[in-house]
């Protein structure tokens, strides 16, 4: 069974700091991908970083960053120069690669950033 | 390019009464997704449906609910008979294709029931 486990249920962060949050899944699959979504108060889901299992390199979008550690089936994200507007929920995300389409989301982390 | 449309944004019902969530994918998005958000949960997939298919509906509830995604218009996510326990926030997502494509979500529909 795929599962994704977000073991930090709340987070702080001051504004310029860097953040790590955990994620860590199982999984019996070889191909697979992961993502970070964040939820802000509107609700809205937006993704954050995608994953491929298959990249040793770790993805990057500008201040987002992510450590995959495929053996320990561990995909933190790291978000430095932590700005106020990056207070949200947190969403690690999974999905098989094959034809269903299904994510399978942690119970997420609230990030709170503090001026 | 606009995202992907759900509406209503919000929705309130009786119990018994039915519940209609509309989802109108991204353009060219011929793959949708349909989520529940619990409160103080993460999102849970209900249904996968193409164009006029259901792909998967594994995560969906046997009774009461259905789906569908029409060859023209919205996908429909329908719940009858609504309970206070369907009171939750519906996610769709879209994309593309299939394996390799990332989902892009609406805003949600958050319903209520009195």
């Given at each position: 069974a795929q599962t994704v486990t977000q073991s930090q249920p709340e987070m702080s962060v001051q504004e310029a700091e860097t953040v790590t949050l955990s994620c860590t899944y199982d999984t019996s699959e070889s191909d697979y991908y992961l993502f970070w979504y964040k939820q802000p108060p509107s609700r809205q889901m937006i993704l954050v970083i995608r994953q491929e299992a298959y990249k040793q390199q770790n993805a990057t979008e500008n201040r987002f960053s992510v450590n995959f550690q495929k053996a320990a089936k561990s995909f933190s994200l790291k978000i430095s120069?932590?700005?106020?507007?990056?207070a949200a929920m947190y969403f690690c995300a999974y999905r098989v690669?094959?034809?269903?389409g299904r994510l399978y989301f942690g119970r997420g982390t609230q990030l709170t950033v503090w001026p | 390019n606009a995202g992907v449309m759900q509406n209503p944004r919000h929705l309130v019902r009786r119990r018994g009464q039915e519940a209609r969530l509309r989802c109108s994918p991204m353009k060219g998005h011929s793959h949708v997704y349909w989520y529940r958000q619990l409160p103080e949960e993460g999102l849970k997939f209900m249904v996968y449906l193409q164009k006029e298919n259901i792909i998967d509906e594994s995560g969906m509830p046997k009774e009461r609910f259905s789906a569908e995604f029409p060859k023209e218009g919205p996908s429909i996510l329908r719940i009858q008979q609504v309970v206070r326990g369907d009171s939750a926030a519906y996610f769709c997502a879209s994309s593309p294709?299939?394996?390799?494509d990332t989902q892009y979500f609406g805003p949600g529909t958050r319903l209520t029931v009195l």
């Open positions: 120069d932590s700005q106020l507007g990056d690669g094959s034809t269903l | 294709g299939a394996a390799a």
